[in-house]
């Protein structure tokens, strides 16, 4: 068993994972907002800076399982202090790096670091609380990687702008460091396997499998339009440049109140969970390629597909510490890569639709792939109630015969 936190210090390793989460993100989406100081800077396109962000999540799809294959028998305490590293000293060659490839392979470093955290970071913070109040745990550290878009890249874009980009890098590097060294001192040294989330509560592989590939679905279906929801806004719905940003914030500050809606519902209702962001969200982008010249309908529309994509996430999280048929951490690389074949595919749907077709049409081809998502977890939910299958189980002690902490750690 691992051994017993208490209520603060399970809080506080919440919340140190949580800022990793930020960070991670910020550095992977960075690029985007410093894309015009960047191209000039190392003498190289537009273009290629932007593959700094598509050759960073194909990494991602590429090394989560094998990396955490490789890693699955080093202790949690040290394996994501030296992630934390990695990611610092990564982020502080970037903001040295002298030509475009010694930015590229820093950028590999940070990829292969991220691919990692995002596969042991979810059973981590959430194994020291109790199994009924995981999913709510799981909402509360997604807030981290939903904050980044909103807060972490416009910060680091507009100090890139006062500083140099260089800058935006350096004081990631440092937050990195700050953040290992919060880990190695809150986190004890247990073996994975005696993690309580080390196993899923009502492991299922056939249900697991189908719930990878409609996230892929459905992750693909929301990035079809959001990677050019730029094109959209200005082509499609007539907005000048000047309200781009105060749109884009509008639709991730409804991802944050998505993730914290989540949190009420997924532990008790976990298949509700999940379909729920789907219909929204693929309600949204019909509703988008529909009324895409209506701007007061577009506002309300681009939040309502900023909240579905965000707590669609957090519910695919938290419904994979419940069906892992195995080791949850190979499950979470399994989520992760999931995500990224979805990231990947989405962009390259949309953008060998871009040019012939426009911006509007990738609103219903979007629609489309979050519908399949959608049909297919309802399908199973069906299912599963056919056969009498539980949901999940959440009640005190798991189905791999884990018991919960003594202590009641009750997120709020």
Do not use: C, K
Not at 203 to 224: K, Q, S, V
Not at 329 to 335: E, L, N, P, R, T
């Amino acid at each position: 068993m691992a051994p017993e936190l208490s209520p603060r210090r399970a809080w506080a390793v919440l919340v140190a994972l949580s800022l990793a989460a930020f960070a991670f993100i910020t550095t992977e989406l960075l690029p985007v907002g410093l894309l015009t100081r960047i191209a000039p800077d190392l003498d190289r396109s537009r273009s290629q800076v932007g593959l700094l962000v598509s050759g960073y999540a194909i990494v991602v799809v590429l090394a989560s399982v094998p990396l955490t294959r490789l890693t699955q028998r080093i202790p949690r305490r040290q394996l994501l202090g030296i992630t934390m590293v990695l990611f610092a000293a990564a982020n502080a060659v970037a903001a040295f790096a002298s030509t475009y490839a010694v930015l590229a392979g820093s950028r590999l470093v940070t990829a292969l670091a991220q691919a990692l955290f995002w596969s042991i970071a979810t059973a981590t913070v959430t194994g020291h609380f109790p199994v009924a109040v995981r999913g709510r745990v799981v909402a509360l550290f997604a807030t981290g990687a939903t904050l980044a878009p909103v807060l972490g890249v416009p910060l680091g874009t507009w100090l890139g702008q006062q500083a140099g980009w260089r800058s935006a890098f350096a004081v990631l590097a440092g937050v990195g460091l700050v953040i290992a060294a919060a880990v190695l001192v809150l986190l004890p040294s247990y073996p994975p396997a005696a993690g309580g989330a080390a196993r899923g509560t009502a492991p299922d592989g056939h249900r697991f499998a189908l719930l990878l590939i409609a996230t892929a679905f459905g992750i693909g279906g929301f990035m079809t339009l959001q990677t050019y929801v730029t094109p959209f806004l200005l082509d499609v719905s007539g907005f000048a440049d000047a309200v781009l940003a105060p749109l884009l914030f509008v639709s991730g500050a409804a991802g944050v109140v998505g993730t914290l809606a989540a949190a009420r519902t997924l532990d008790s209702r976990p298949v509700t969970s999940l379909v729920t962001p789907l219909a929204i969200g693929t309600a949204s982008l019909f509703g988008l390629y529909a009324l895409g010249a209506l701007r007061p309908g577009v506002v309300a529309l681009l939040a309502g597909f900023g909240l579905a994509y965000a707590a669609f996430g957090s519910a695919v999280q938290s419904r994979m510490l419940q069906l892992a048929p195995g080791s949850t951490d190979i499950a979470s690389a399994g989520v992760s890569t999931a995500f990224n074949v979805g990231i990947a595919g989405g962009s390259l749907l949309g953008g060998a639709l871009l040019p012939s077709l426009g911006a509007r049409p990738l609103a219903l081809v979007g629609g489309l792939l979050t519908l399949v998502a959608l049909l297919l977890l309802a399908v199973d939910a069906r299912r599963a109630r056919a056969t009498g299958r539980p949901p999940a189980a959440t009640g005190p002690t798991s189905s791999a015969g884990q018991s919960p902490p003594a202590r009641t750690i009750t997120p709020s």
